[in-house]
Nanobody, 121 residues
Framework: QVQLVESGGGLVQAGGSLRISCAAS????????MAWFRQAPGKEREFVAR??????YYADSVKGRFSVSRDDAKNTVYLQMNSLKPEDTAVYYC????????????????WGQGTQVTVSS
């Protein structure tokens, strides 16, 4: 059974930074592409960033501010968020797949329960 558990969310002021984590278990982490999505109230879940074996890719809205990384020894993926804006407020979800890692939720096989990130103005 694949499990993804996010942590590290919280309340931060605009312009601040936060790092959230996703710990994976139950599958071969090093063979998986990992991604972060987010969902704000009343909005659809949207792609934030992904990391594969060879590269990273970001949504335009977070490019230059967010950075995704992974530690295969710890089966953990991170999202470092800098220069946070109120519009970054959302529940952030970790996702994993061993197939083609697209930017739509349906491309991803496994999901965590989410962690709330709130950015105050």
């Amino acid at each position: 059974q694949v499990q993804l558990v996010e942590s590290g969310g919280g309340l931060v002021q605009a312009g601040g930074s936060l790092r959230i984590s996703c710990a994976a278990s139950g599958h071969t982490f090093s063979n998986s592409a990992m991604a972060w999505f987010r969902q704000a109230p009343g909005k659809e879940r949207e792609f934030v960033a992904r990391i594969t074996w060879i590269n990273t890719y970001y949504a335009d809205s977070v490019k230059g501010r967010f950075s995704v990384s992974r530690d295969d020894a710890k089966n953990t993926v991170y999202l470092q968020m800098n220069s946070l804006k109120p519009e970054d407020t959302a529940v952030y979800y970790c996702a994993a797949t061993t197939t083609v890692p697209g930017t739509f939720p349906l491309n991803w096989d496994y999901w965590g329960q989410g962690t709330q990130v709130t950015v105050s103005s």
